[in-house]
């Protein structure tokens, strides 16, 4: 994990000189700058999954380990061995969804597949049918349908209005 991050770091500061044109480079070309490019984006697609999988490994070491380096009392040191026996046979069930779903790629994958299953157990509802309603369509004099439920009730209180 160390190795890892000293990589993406170092990678990222040399990017980022060659970005600002430092002169402490001295001469590259383009090449290199693809090269740093790629590197960087590969450390950021990897780290997550690095980190997942290395703390989920340092966490079994300790498990058996440390009730043996500090002398605990047996019953503790049989939780702490059904602990690691139990993360030793769910390993697979742990990191590999841990890792489809930190990894963008993978997670893309998964999800695309996922809504296809789930589309063929489910299939879409159809469309909603059109309003019967006169009114609900757009005229082409009119702006909105306020304007035209404005000028029906214009209709409907001028011709109730007697004249003088």
């Not at 063929?120 to 349908?145: D, L, M, Q, Y």
């Amino acid at each position: 994990m160390m190795i890892l991050e000293t990589i993406y770091l170092l990678n990222r500061k040399k990017l980022a000189a060659l970005i600002r044109h430092d002169s402490t480079l001295g001469w590259y070309t383009l090449s290199t700058k693809y090269q740093l490019q790629e590197n960087v984006q590969s450390c950021k697609v990897i780290r997550p999954g690095v980190i997942a999988v290395g703390g989920f490994t340092i966490f079994i070491i300790l498990a058996e380990c440390l009730p043996i380096l500090l002398d605990v009392s047996d019953s503790l040191q049989a939780w702490c061995n059904l602990i690691f026996d139990t993360m030793v046979h769910t390993n697979a069930l742990v990191v590999i969804p841990t890792l489809t779903l930190l990894m963008e790629g993978f997670r893309k994958v998964f999800i695309h597949n996922y809504r296809s299953v789930v589309q063929s157990i489910r299939p879409k509802k159809p469309a909603r049918k059109k309003s019967i309603f006169v009114f609900s369509t757009r005229t082409e004099n009119a702006e909105n349908e306020g304007d035209v439920y404005f000028k029906m009730f214009n209709k409907s209180v001028s011709s109730e209005v007697p004249r003088k």
